[in-house]
């Protein structure tokens, strides 16, 4: 089969920056200035947004107006806000503020899952019992994020039978669709069409997304592998925001303008407007009050053809 003979007509792209991009900023980002990033990305036709994350505010600092965020933000018609809910009382703020869809996470390695949450896999999986089950009792659809699937900063390479064995667990417990983590960028596309042949046999496409860090360069070519192979949701960041902290200074999240740009070439229709997204993305910028390093972020959307 020659690349491209098999692409999508469409992809659905999962807005991450106002929580997995901002999260890892040291300054505090005030409120208002959330909600305008927020209010920005809907302008661009963002149907799919991670607004926030419902954690103890003593481990990440910058999530701790998430009440806030969710009651100052206006949600129109057809737009689906998700944050990450670790516990119980994070559901119960999650209902409180109207989030539609509830995230749970962990990592494909134990090092990094302890590191991350301090405990084990088993017992992460345990604590999503006060979750998932209660969410879904509450009309609030959950989707579940596997990290570290390409590789662990502390452990190397992951197995991605044990990755696929995570990931059958959250869909059995009832999440509709498993997001797949580069959690630090060092996926290629070979090791990508390996990882999804494995998930593939076992897991229907529409189920699984794709979370890609581009902090070696290595993203969007990963995204092409996935097209091929039928997966049509990719998790990416306004303007590339959000480092990799395990590699200080380098590109984190795959960038949402290079993401759409790339698409749109391609004829896939995502329902993103590149001038708008590319818009957001200064509003990011200004916010964090940094350069981000996504590269049509940097270059603008002006092509070639133009």
Known sequence: MAIFDSLPASVSIYEVSPRDGLQNEGAQVATHAKVRLI???????????EVTSFVSAKWVPQMSDADQVCRMVEKPAGVT???????????ERALAGGIDEAAVFLSASETHNRKNVNKSVTDTLRAFEEVIAPALR???VVRGYVSTVWGCPYEGPVDPHAALRIAQELLSRGCYQVSLGDTIGVGTPLQTRRILEVFL?????EKIALHLHDTR???LANVLVGLEMGIT???SSVGGLGGCP?????AGNLATEDLAYTLSGMGIETGVDLEKIWRAGQVAEAIVGRELPGKVHKAGIRSLAH
């Open 39 to 49: 209010e920005a990305l809907i302008d661009a036709g963002m149907k799919r947004i």
């Open 81 to 91: 806000f998700s944050a990450l809910v670790p516990n119980a009382r994070g559901l």
């Open 138 to 140: 509450s009309n609030m």
């Open 201 to 205: 046999r076992e897991i229907p496409a």
């Open 217 to 219: 360069g290595t993203a």
């Open 233 to 235: 949701t990719y998790d």
């Open 246 to 250: 395990y590699a200080p200074g380098a």
